[in-house]
Nanobody, 124 residues
Framework: QVQLVESGGGLVQAGGSLRLSCAAS????????IGWFRQAPGKEREFVAA????????FYAGPVKGRTTFSRDIPKNIVYLQMNTLISEDTAVYYC?????????????????WGQGTQVTVSS
C-alpha cells in the first residue's frame, strides 16, 4: 500500500500563500485518485480538493475554490496544493489521502491511505 508524506505547512499571515506537497513512497500514484482534507480543532474532517492521477481532473470544495490549485508532478510522484489569499478559517491540519476506486469521491471513508498531516496556521 502506498505511503504518503505531507509537507509545506507553517505559519502565514492572512492574505499570504502556502504550497503543500504530498509525496508517495512504497509505490506510485498510478491508478490512484488523491484528495486533500483538513481538520480544525473541535471540527469534523473537511474535504478540500481531489485530483485523478492519470487524467489530472480536479474538483474543489466551495470554501477554497478560486483560491486553491491542485496539481501533480508525474515524474516526481508528488502532488501539490497551492493555497492563496489565506484566511483565518483555513487554519487546520491538512491531510492528503489516496484511493483506487474508479470514481472520484469527497468522502473521507472512501480513502484508504493517509498521510500524517501538516499544520497550517493563518494569523490575523
Amino acid at each position: 500500500q502506498v505511503q504518503l508524506v505531507e509537507s509545506g505547512g507553517g505559519l502565514v499571515q492572512a492574505g499570504g500563500s502556502l504550497r503543500l506537497s504530498c509525496a508517495a513512497s512504497g509505490g506510485t500514484f498510478s491508478n490512484y485518485r488523491i484528495g486533500w482534507f483538513r481538520q480544525a480543532p473541535g471540527k469534523e474532517r473537511e474535504f478540500v480538493a481531489a485530483i485523478s492521477w492519470s487524467g489530472g481532473v480536479t474538483f474543489y470544495a466551495g470554501p477554497v475554490k478560486g483560491r486553491t490549485t491542485f496539481s501533480r508532478d508525474i515524474p516526481k510522484n508528488i502532488v501539490y496544493l497551492q493555497m492563496n489569499t489565506l484566511i483565518s478559517e483555513d487554519t487546520a491540519v491538512y491531510y492528503c489521502a489516496a484511493h483506487r476506486r474508479p470514481f472520484s469521491t469527497r468522502r473521507a471513508s472512501d480513502y484508504d491511505s493517509w498521510g500524517q498531516g501538516t499544520q497550517v496556521t493563518v494569523s490575523s
